[in-house]
């Protein structure tokens, strides 16, 4: 790719559910490793690696996420029968930050 060893390109995501904030290129390069996963209610890989992101979050590692043309209800569904390792969830509506 083009971007390896590039800065993370600017964006700034509203929050996909209340009470639980979004997520901005500003909240990552605080010099603390983070992992910002991409996922989606209907992804069925999501499914499939949500256990392996819970048991990074168990042992201490901060993660993040992009909710990608999603709609709220469907991801609070989705976090409620697989988990939630999410410390803030970007709404990406039309798939713009996954790009």
């Known amino acids: 790719s083009k971007l390896v ?5 600017a964006f700034a995501l509203q929050p996909m559910l209340d009470g639980r904030p979004g997520l901005a290129s500003t909240d990552l390069g605080k010099g603390e490793p983070r992992v910002v996963n991409l996922f989606a209610s209907w992804c069925v890989p ?3 690696e949500a256990p392996t992101l819970l048991e990074l979050e168990r042992r201490g590692v901060p993660i993040d996420a992009i909710a990608l043309r999603d709609r709220p209800e469907d991801v609070q569904r989705f976090l409620a029968d697989h988990g939630d390792p999410f410390a803030r ?4 509506p039309v798939g713009e930050a996954q790009i």
């Open 5 to 9: 060893g590039q800065p993370m390109p």
């Open 89 to 92: 969830i970007g709404n990406d």
């Open 46 to 48: 999501c499914i499939a």
